[in-house]
T-cell receptor, first 114, second 115 residues
Framework: NAGVTQTPKFRILKIGQSMTLQCTQD?????MYWYRQDPGMGLKLIYY???????DKGEVPNGYNVSRSTTEDFPLRLELAAPSQTSVYFC?????????????FGPGTRLTVL | GNSVTQMEGPVTLSEEAFLTINCTYT??????LFWYVQYPGEGLQLLLK?????DKGSNKGFEATYRKETTSFHLEKGSVQVSDSAVYFC??????????????FGGGTRLMVKP
C-alpha cells in the first residue's frame, strides 16, 4: 500500500517555464489537496478536489491549475513559473471532508525557480 | 480568520527529557485540532488529534489536550528519544466553516534530541 506518491522529488525551473507535479493515491479517497510550504511557514492550501471532475480554489491558487480526471490522480500545473513559486509542494488525500477526517500526505516535491 | 501559532524552534533536548511544544489557535466555531510530524525527507504524518473541547489525543507517548478556555493544544511527551527528532506542526480544521476541509497550519517546530 503506497499511500500518496508524488513525482518528481526535486526540480529546478527557469522563470517562465511550466511543469506538472504529479500526485497519485491508492486509498480510494474522495478528497485530494495541494499545499505549499514556504520556509518557516505552515502549509497553505492551493487547490482541492472533492471527487473526480470537481476542483476548487484554496487560499493561494494564483499561478496554478489542477484537474481531476480519475479518483487516483490529482496533478498540479504551474504555468509561467516565477521565483515566488519556489517552495515545497505537498499533495494530500482524505476519505471524507469533515473535521474528523485525517489527511494523508505525500513526501513532497521541492521546487526551485531561478 | 483562522490561525495557529506555535513556538519557534529549534527545540534541543537531551534523551529522556520532558517535551512541551506550545500551540494556540484562533478559529470560528468549534475546530478540530491536530498534531502532525514530519521526519527528515518524508511527508507529514498525523500524530494525534482531538475533535472537541477537553478531549485528549495521544499516540506513541505524545499527548495533547484540547483546551477551549485557553484556545490551546500543547504537545507533551514525558521522555523523548533520539528517534523523535522531527518537525512538529499544529493544525486546525474549522469545519464546516472552511472550504474543502482545509487545514490551517502553524509554522512548525523543529525538535532535536541528543543522545
Amino acid at each position: 500500500n503506497a499511500g500518496v506518491t508524488q513525482t518528481p522529488k526535486f526540480r529546478i525551473l527557469k522563470i517562465g517555464q511550466s511543469m506538472t507535479l504529479q500526485c497519485t493515491q491508492d486509498m480510494n479517497h474522495n478528497y485530494m489537496y495541494w499545499y505549499r510550504q514556504d520556509p518557516g511557514m505552515g502549509l497553505k492550501l492551493i487547490y482541492y478536489s472533492v471527487g473526480a471532475g470537481i476542483t476548487d480554489k484554496g487560499e493561494v491558487p494564483n499561478g496554478y491549475n489542477v484537474s481531476r480526471s480519475t479518483t487516483e490522480d490529482f496533478p498540479l500545473r504551474l504555468e509561467l513559473a516565477a521565483p515566488s513559486q519556489t517552495s515545497v509542494y505537498f499533495c494530500a488525500s482524505s476519505y471524507g471532508g469533515t473535521g474528523v477526517d485525517t489527511q494523508y500526505f505525500g513526501p513532497g516535491t521541492r521546487l526551485t525557480v531561478l | 480568520g483562522n490561525s495557529v501559532t506555535q513556538m519557534e524552534g529549534p527545540v534541543t533536548l537531551s534523551e529522556e527529557a520532558f517535551l512541551t511544544i506550545n500551540c494556540t489557535y484562533t478559529a470560528t466555531g468549534y475546530p478540530s485540532l491536530f498534531w502532525y510530524v514530519q521526519y527528515p525527507g518524508e511527508g507529514l504524518q498525523l500524530l494525534l488529534k482531538a475533535t472537541k473541547a477537553d478531549d485528549k489525543g495521544s499516540n506513541k507517548g505524545f499527548e495533547a489536550t484540547y483546551r477551549k478556555e485557553t484556545t490551546s493544544f500543547h504537545l507533551e511527551k514525558g521522555s523523548v528519544q533520539v528517534s523523535d527528532s522531527a518537525v512538529y506542526f499544529c493544525a486546525l480544521s474549522a469545519y464546516p466553516n472552511n472550504a474543502g476541509n482545509m487545514l490551517t497550519f502553524g509554522g512548525g517546530t523543529r525538535l532535536m534530541v541528543k543522545p
